[in-house]
């Protein structure tokens, strides 16, 4: 079973929808299905954003579900090949992210950090993460955080 692990930072619901969108897009043109863990519902953010785009729309993207759901969810979802985003406090991402883990299913986990949160944990979620999620794509947090060495392995 291999699990990729991703993270993203992000300061408000508007900026993660926007920060994500083109990686998204990507992942749903290479036929990647994608499964979100919500603590809250971000959908009205995610209409707001797809409509002020130059007044386009993309459809896929917004089939997506994007209202919230509890991690108790996940023991019923099949996570083989796909990408679940999971959005929320630290708790509620370590408590997906267990739940994710201990599934015999190959997938990729991008866990959403606010900053706020975040900040303060940086060198250790970034040691728990193969990659970075930004507007540029996949990044090693190395490419991204001068300075940054890791630490640990990932667990």
Same mark, same amino acid.
């Given at each position: 079973?291999?699990?990729?692990?991703?993270?993203?930072?992000y300061?408000n619901d508007?900026?993660?929808?926007?920060m994500?969108l083109p990686?998204i897009? &990507?992942? /749903?043109n %290479?036929s990647?299905? @994608? $499964?979100?863990?919500?603590e809250s519902?971000?959908?009205?953010s995610v209409?707001?954003?797809m409509?002020?785009i130059h007044?386009?729309?993309?459809?896929?993207?917004?089939?997506?579900?994007?209202?919230?759901?509890?991690?108790d969810?996940?023991y019923?979802?099949n996570v083989?090949d796909?990408?679940?985003l999971?959005y929320g406090?630290d &708790?509620? /991402?370590? %408590?997906?992210n267990? @739940? $994710?883990s201990?599934?015999?299913?190959n997938?990729?986990?991008?866990?959403?950090?606010?900053?706020?949160?975040?900040?303060?944990?940086?060198?250790?979620?970034?040691d728990?993460?193969?990659k970075v999620?930004?507007?540029?794509g996949e990044?090693?947090?190395e490419?991204?955080f001068t300075?940054?060495t890791?630490k640990?392995?990932i667990?």
């Amino acid at each position: 079973m291999n699990k990729k692990r991703l993270c993203c930072f992000y300061v408000n619901d508007i900026h993660l929808i926007t920060m994500l969108l083109p990686y998204i897009n &990507e992942r /749903i043109n %290479e036929s990647t299905e @994608i $499964i979100t863990v919500l603590e809250s519902d971000i959908s009205k953010s995610v209409k707001k954003v797809m409509n002020g785009i130059h007044g386009k729309r993309s459809e896929s993207l917004l089939k997506i579900d994007w209202k919230n759901k509890g991690v108790d969810e996940l023991y019923n979802i099949n996570v083989q090949d796909k990408l679940i985003l999971v959005y929320g406090n630290d &708790e509620f /991402i370590k %408590e997906a992210n267990i @739940i $994710i883990s201990n599934k015999n299913e190959n997938c990729e986990i991008l866990n959403c950090y606010e900053m706020m949160q975040g900040s303060a944990k940086l060198q250790e979620i970034l040691d728990k993460h193969d990659k970075v999620v930004n507007t540029a794509g996949e990044k090693y947090p190395e490419e991204l955080f001068t300075g940054y060495t890791k630490k640990v392995a990932i667990s």
